[in-house]
């Protein structure tokens, strides 16, 4: 049995696709026969969750049977998710089940386990700093996450203030427009300045959820506070040498907007590994699908061969930066057998390449 008011939870973000798998999750045993309430999941911490239901926000724990479920999926909890609580004897909340989400992005650590980044949300503000924070190679990083998955990536170059005049701002969105794939909305704006706010009012409607991506220091909490209108996320000064923060947001944390819409604000991300295959890739990677038709070898690899359009066509670093992003997917998409035999293969070679050198060095 379930207990949620859909007009209450719109605000929330709930749509009527999540409403219809909330209450098939709920007819299932044993949700069937417990009193169960819908709620979004809004802050994640390392043993609780704080929960909202519309109207009041409650603390809660995750049943170790759903904890166990998601650990063997490779998969958890993230900030936006929609749950089933249900109150025990004692009065406190339990989450049950998670209701399967619309959207869900995922990164990767350095070791290839998957870590969720946030759920359930309609548009990513991938927000980039126009002083030392500028960095294209990362951006296209940020866009591997986002395309693909259903969700609007909008770009927002924050700081608009540090550059001298408009024609540098004007180099500075050439240069990613003329990079990145067509399409992609872009915005510039001083983070601070309530303008910023107006900007993105066409993402900020009744009902929507968006959330900030970006590096530490590059204005995420600082759009966050301005979005809102008010001093709710704490921020940081950066450093002058790199333009890098402090880690001022340490948890994802779901607001919602005096026009009724949510906006979730997300630690800093310095180093990001997308969990994206190779079509993902791909999709950020427009341009160099459409000139590889071109290259004089149809299954050209865009590096050595001669004739290749792509290497013509598209700028050296960002090619470099699209066959990094595709050994990684590769990689991560690969089975157990066969990572252990591409190390059995690097190996090899290794040792054939020890072999000569040691066959150079002994005398004739």
């Not at 706010?197 to 590059?218: E, K, N, Y």
């Amino acid at each position: 049995m379930i207990d949620f008011d859909f007009e209450r939870l719109r605000s929330m973000g709930l749509t009527p696709a999540l409403a219809s798998r909330a209450t098939a999750c709920a007819s299932e045993p044993p949700l069937a026969e417990l009193a169960c309430r819908l709620m979004r999941l809004t802050v994640l911490h390392r043993e609780t969750l704080r929960l909202h239901d519309g109207e009041s926000e409650i603390s809660a724990r995750v049943m170790p049977r759903l904890a166990r479920t998601l650990f063997d999926a490779e998969d958890s909890l993230a900030a936006g998710d929609w749950v089933l609580c249900v109150l025990d004897a004692h009065g406190a909340a339990w989450v049950h089940e998670r209701v399967p989400p619309s959207t869900h992005l995922v990164r990767r650590d350095a070791d290839g386990r998957r870590h969720p980044v946030v759920s359930n949300i309609d548009t990513a503000l991938l927000v980039m700093g126009l002083d030392d924070d500028f960095n294209p190679r990362r951006l296209e990083r940020f866009l591997a996450l986002v395309q693909g998955s259903g969700v609007q990536p909008v770009i927002v170059l924050s700081k608009a203030d540090t550059l001298a005049d408009a024609r540098a701002l004007f180099c500075r969105m050439q240069e990613l427009r003329e990079r990145l794939p067509s399409g992609v909305e872009m915005v510039a704006v001083d983070a601070r300045d309530p303008e910023a706010a107006a900007c993105l009012a066409g993402h900020t409607l009744p009902g929507r959820t968006l959330a900030l991506l970006g590096t530490s220091g590059a204005g995420k909490s600082t759009l966050t506070n301005t979005l809102l209108g008010e001093l709710r996320q704490d921020t940081g000064a950066v450093r002058e040498s790199d333009g890098r923060g402090q880690h001022t947001t340490t948890a994802r944390s779901l607001f919602r907007l005096p026009g009724g819409a949510c906006v979730i604000d997300t630690p800093g991300l310095r180093a990001l590994r997308p969990d994206a295959d190779e079509a993902r890739v791909a999709a950020t990677f427009a341009d160099v699908a459409a000139l590889a038709a071109q290259c004089r070898f149809r299954n050209c690899t865009h590096r050595e061969e001669p004739g290749c359009a792509v290497r013509e066509g598209v700028e050296n670093d960002r090619l470099r930066n699209y066959h990094k992003l595709l050994r990684e997917a590769r990689r991560d998409t690969m089975s157990a057998l066969e990572r252990q035999r591409q190390v059995a293969q690097w190996k090899a070679r290794g040792r054939a390449g020890s072999a000569r050198a040691k066959a150079k060095r002994e005398p004739t």
